[in-house]
Structure formats: C-alpha cells, structure tokens
Antibody, heavy 124, light 106 residues
Framework: QVQLVESGGGVVQPGRSLRLSCAASGFIFSSYDMNWVRQLPGKGLEWVAVISYDGSNKDYADSVKGRFTISRDDSKNTLFLQMDSLRSEDTAVYYC?????????????????WGHGTVVTVSS | DIQLTQSPSSLSASVGDRVTITCRTSQSIRNQLNWYQQKPGKAPKLLIHGASGLHGGVPSRFSGSGSGTEFTLTITSLQPEDLATYYCHQSFNTHTFGQGTKLEIK
C-alpha cells in the first residue's frame, strides 16, 4: 500500500525540541524528493522544508531556517524533521508529502502523496 | 518569494452550480501551478497539475486554466462531496500555497 505515516507530534514547551518522523511504504522512497508542509490551526498550508532524493540538497522556509533540520534514512524509508527552539507559532499539523514531477507538455513538480499529519502544540 | 492570492476566500454555491476560483501570483510562474482539495480533517489531495492537467482519478467536472500570473479552477455542476477548501500551489520557485478558498454547499 502506497502511504506516508507521520509520528512524533505532541505538546512541547517553547524553546524545547521535537523530532517528527514519516514512514514511507509501497514505493521506492529513495527516488523521491520529500517535503514537510504544515497547517496552522484554522489556517492555510505552509511549505516548511524539502530534501532531495539523495539527501544532497535541502531547503527551508524562512520562518524555520536555522531552527528546523530535515533529513532522511533511506535504509528505513523514513523522513525526519528535527525541530529546535520551538515557538508558539510553530503550533500546527505537520504533513510529510512526496514530491513528483509530472511531465505533460511541460514538467511540473507536485505533492502527489500526503500523510495524515501529526499535531504539534507548542505551549507552556 | 512568490506570493499567491486566491479569490474569493470563501463562497457558497448550490448543487449543480458552476464555481470558479482564481489564483494570482506576484510574478510569472509559466504553468507551474497546481490545485489541491482539502476536505475537513483530511490531508490535501492533488486535483490539477501544470495549470490544466487533471490528476488521475479526479472527476472531469474539475478543470484548470491559465498561465503566467493568473489561473482559475472551475468546478462544473457542483456536487455535495465537493465541500472542501481549495488551495493553489506554485512550484516554479521552491513552493508557496495560496491562502485557500472555502467552498460551502447551500
């Protein structure tokens, strides 16, 4: 079954750390760039970070740069998000998402597979 | 950063209506624009890729158009199961989402 399953969310105090995981199954994980996308309570979607298929390239949203680190373990088909120096504004549902390129007339990168999300609450 | 502005932010329509949602970008993104549907309590699902390509399994009442800086998502003959929030997404330069359009069924 092709799926992504996030875990590791919870309640954490401001300034503390949390590590999210995303377990992939049913597809060749090492062939895909992978992303984290979050959704603040009652709000829209915000892209957080991306890691290339081979782990050589990473990029982050300005809002998390220097605090969050994306990584992957292809031997375990797992994506990670290490979140340090957490703030109340990081409270959100965190989704992992597979990035694929669809080539119809012109190539377009899409998020074609999403996990169910894991909830992170930063509160004292 | 590329900004995406969706309009309207919300709308209410009746079953059978034609619905149009617009997404405008702060700079040209050619056709690197995708649309997602998010139902309450669920993860987003890809509807449209490359501005006008219908993703596999998506009903044909959904369609997309546009290029450059202005894009539209159209739902012809609205169905009750289309109750959701719709997001545009640009992948021309990293990734940005629009703020969403909440669609309610009258």
């Amino acid at each position: 079954q092709v799926q992504l399953v996030e875990s590791g969310g919870g309640v954490v105090q401001p300034g503390r750390s949390l590590r999210l995981s995303c377990a992939a199954s049913g597809f060749i994980f090492s062939s895909y760039d992978m992303n984290w996308v979050r959704q603040l309570p009652g709000k829209g979607l915000e892209w957080v970070a991306v890691i290339s298929y081979d782990g050589s390239n990473k990029d982050y949203a300005d809002s998390v740069k220097g605090r969050f680190t994306i990584s992957r373990d292809d031997s375990k088909n797992t994506l990670f998000l290490q979140m340090d120096s957490l703030r109340s504004e990081d409270t959100a549902v965190y989704y992992c998402a597979r990035e694929d390129m669809i080539v119809v007339a012109a190539p377009t990168n899409v998020f074609d597979l999403w996990g169910h999300g894991t909830v992170v609450t930063v509160s004292s | 950063d590329i900004q995406l502005t969706q309009s309207p932010s919300s709308l209410s329509a009746s079953v059978g209506d034609r619905v149009t949602i617009t997404c405008r970008t702060s700079q040209s993104i050619r056709n690197q624009l995708n649309w997602y549907q998010q139902k309450p309590g669920k993860a987003p699902k890809l509807l449209i890729h490359g501005a006008s390509g219908l993703h596999g399994g998506v009903p044909s009442r959904f369609s997309g158009s546009g290029s450059g800086t202005e894009f539209t998502l159209t739902i012809t003959s609205l169905q009750p199961e289309d109750l959701a929030t719709y997001y545009c997404h640009q992948s021309f330069n990293t990734h940005t989402f629009g703020q969403g359009t909440k669609l309610e069924i009258k």
